[in-house]
């Protein structure tokens, strides 16, 4: 591979070894040495920015956090001491992935199965790709009122409440939830094709050898060896499911988890509630609540689990074969 | 029936099924666009193309739409929805062409320039300012950097000067520039640096081998060979900015004001609202079938744009082939 990759361990790059001749920055135009100070400055910059984010976000989340808020319910009243806590957002986060990720997971890895597996007619299957690429392009807040439109039809009704007069909301769990799978659908469906696509030929050819159909060598021999970068493609859905305001905000988002009517499990995915973005939004000055402690303490929490899925995917990614593992994230098709 | 889905799955079954689950992918799409152009017929059809154009009092125009009632009367359907795109483009520009500026820096760093340790560092921070939620960045500005911007950078001889007009309380177009910057450098910084990786080292050896500095090799070789990746990253980066909804309403001020370029320097502190903070901003009240409409055309505007720039992104790629850059 004669890809450009000087800071591979092990690998010395001849111009670095050369110190003597090297020239120093001091003798350079002023142009160059202007060009390095900024990249220098830039890349530190971006640094300072990431650590004060940090930084800031968990020196006010230990101000304010209290562990009773993570097991308390939330409450409608005005006053910071009994509008309770943040487990209603919790719960509504929690559901939320759940719902989206049992949508996108069968949607993106089949996709990419037959994408790359199959992919006949090729013209179909380059408007398969094509229609991922638009649903990764499109903005979070058009897919929040295609939902809305979607679920307002009379025959989606009994996925979300209706009100009095039989007009319907379109507003649930379950239609937040589908949105919310076509926001993961992009980055799990890269990451499954790219694993497939780096599975070398000659493992699916001695699967063929031995007598295995295409989809016996999908069962045991694909999936398996890809199962770390759909591990990846998982975790990068899940971050952008938990990290999604603008579709919680119009699709789904109420004060508390109200249930529907329906049978035990089926009227929580037809009711409405809160997420922790939700919950941050609407505490902020931006939202009707002006209640910026509550505000941090949440965002503290959900910044924790961003931090842990962002873990999550550094060690998933180091096994793929991408170079700087940046791709991943930004989740680029 | 549970017997033959049990039993081996014939290949011919199994590519059919995994077909069949595909193209729900492209139905999805395919439902979105009509839903979103149904939707917006009305408004469309009511002010055809002067819609874009600007003229009235937007604030009106929403009040009358929203209060227009179940079947509201032709004349409840007009809207110029000129204050708002230009709110869209005057934050989308600065910040793309900010983000280009500091994204190719920042790649130079991280590929050539830093030591192993440092981008040891620099590329989980990457990773981590790709991932915080959008309602984080939000929170950060109107909580912090507004305030900040309020107390130490308004006067109050700006607040007189506009008070006829608009209320200036620390939101509004630079602090908007400036965290829509950080947001979507990430982004650009990913692709950018996969496509300098992706050049040739020895053509950055040759340049070398000619006497040029590795800065300047890394200036006039591999960035010039990785010019598609750049405007790739920023078509991707621009559609991200386009369609950031919640950070725009939070920080970007929510008024119908649209910024005037001949305040000067005061134009960076005018509140302005976004096309995609519109539709989040009004979301409560799309009972109205008039105000519906409208969220819907907008709505669609994002959609058309997304369109375009992403097959302009594609165009633009294509050259990439040429250089064998893949990307």
Known sequence: MSTYAPYRRGSRDPLRGARGRRSSPGEWRWSDRLALAAAWGTGLLLCVIAGAIVIYMAFRGVQYLRPAMLVEHTNPSISQAESGGFLDPIEGTALLTLIGLAFVFPLAVCTALWVVEYGRPNWLARIVESAIEIVAGTPDIVLAVFGLALFQLPFMSVFSLKAQGGGVFGRSFIAAGAMLSLIALPPLFAATRDGLLSVPSHMREAAYALGKTKIATIRSVLLPSVRSNIAAGVTLGVSRIIGDTAIIVVLVDSLRVESGSGGPVLSLFKGTGPTLTSYVYDNSPAGEGGAPQKAYAAAFVLMLLVLGLNLLVSRFGRSSADETGLTAAGAVV | ?327
């Not at chain 2, 359907?77 to 062409?97: E, N, Q, S």
């Not at chain 2, 830093?114 to 620099?122: D, E, G, Q, S, T």
């Open chain 2, 1 to 327: 029936m549970l017997e033959r889905l049990r039993a081996p799955w014939s290949d011919r079954r199994a590519e059919l099924t995994l077909g069949a689950v595909s193209l729900l992918v492209g139905v999805a799409v395919v439902a979105m666009i009509a839903f979103v152009a149904v939707q917006a017929w009305p408004t469309l059809r009511h002010n055809g193309l002067s819609f874009f154009g600007s003229g009235g009092d937007l604030k009106e125009q929403f009040e009358t739409m929203q209060n227009a009632g179940p079947h509201p009367p032709a004349s409840a359907y007009h809207f110029r929805a000129w204050p708002l795109i230009w709110g869209t483009l005057i934050v989308t520009a600065p910040a793309v062409l900010l983000g280009i500026v500091v994204a190719v820096l920042s790649s130079i760093f991280i590929v050539e320039l830093a030591p192993v340790r440092l981008r040891r560092v620099v590329i989980p921070v990457v990773r981590l300012l790709a991932s915080v939620p959008s309602v984080i960045y939000g929170l950060v500005g109107i909580l912090v950097v507004v305030p900040f911007v309020l107390e130490h950078v308004i006067s109050d001889s700006d607040k007189v000067a506009l008070q006829d007009t608009v209320l200036l309380n620390g939101t509004g177009v630079g602090v908007t520039i400036v965290i829509l910057t950080i947001m979507i450098t990430p982004i650009m910084i990913a692709l950018i640096c996969e496509a300098l990786l992706a050049v040739p080292n020895s053509w950055r050896e040759g340049a070398i081998a000619l006497g040029c500095n590795p800065v300047r090799a890394m200036l006039a070789v591999t960035v010039r060979a990785a010019r598609p990746a750049i405007v790739a990253a920023a078509v991707l980066a621009t559609a991200r900015a386009l369609g950031e909804a919640i950070m725009v309403s939070m920080v970007g001020g929510a008024t119908n004001f649209a910024p005037r370029i001949s305040d000067g320097l005061t134009f960076f502190l005018e509140p302005f609202r976004s096309v995609a903070a519109a539709i989040v901003d009004y979301h409560e009240g799309i009972g109205a079938p008039a105000l519906k409409s409208a969220l819907y055309t907008l709505a669609l505007l994002l959609l058309f744009s997304a369109f375009v720039l992403s097959v302009g992104g594609y165009l633009i790629k294509l050259p990439m082939r040429k250089y064998q850059v893949r990307g």
